[in-house]
């Protein structure tokens, strides 16, 4: 599967954004969609994820009450949808797709998209 994401720029703190991840190649719904960031300087982090049919959601601590997951397996879409986001927020965010779900590892994941950029100003 490849996925394209999208929809990062430039947002106060306080402000929101939505990104979005397209998948095109495969059955979207067999996938597990992992959200990934890597602020400049740090390791890759895992954001959270979402099951494949979006009946469950996993997120990290740093986000979690602030930012939801969803996806539309009609449209072959993932969101990501950022509120309230923070200076620290800023960061390469990344889709990623696996088969077997359950993980917060970026190496379990097979499919990358190329990375959309957020840039949170104060």
């Known amino acids: 599967v490849q996925l394209q994401a999208s929809g990062g720029g430039v947002v106060q703190a306080g402000g929101s954004l939505r990104l979005s991840c397209a998948a095109s190649?495969?059955?979207?719904?067999?996938?597990?969609v992992g959200w990934f960031r890597q602020a400049p300087g740090k390791e890759r982090e895992f954001v959270g994820a979402?099951?494949?049919?979006?009946?469950?959601?996993d997120y990290s601590d740093p986000v979690k009450g602030r930012f939801t997951i969803s996806r539309d397996n009609a449209k072959n879409t993932g969101y990501l949808q950022m509120n309230s986001l923070k200076v620290e927020d800023t960061a390469v965010y990344y889709c990623?797709?696996?088969?077997?779900?359950?993980?917060?590892?970026?190496?379990?994941?097979?499919?990358w998209g190329q990375g959309t950029l957020v840039t949170v100003s104060s």
């Open positions: 990623a797709a696996e088969l077997q779900g359950g993980t917060r590892r970026g190496s379990d994941y097979k499919y």
């Open positions: 190649g495969r059955t979207f719904s067999n996938y597990v």
């Open positions: 979402i099951s494949w049919r979006g009946g469950s959601t």
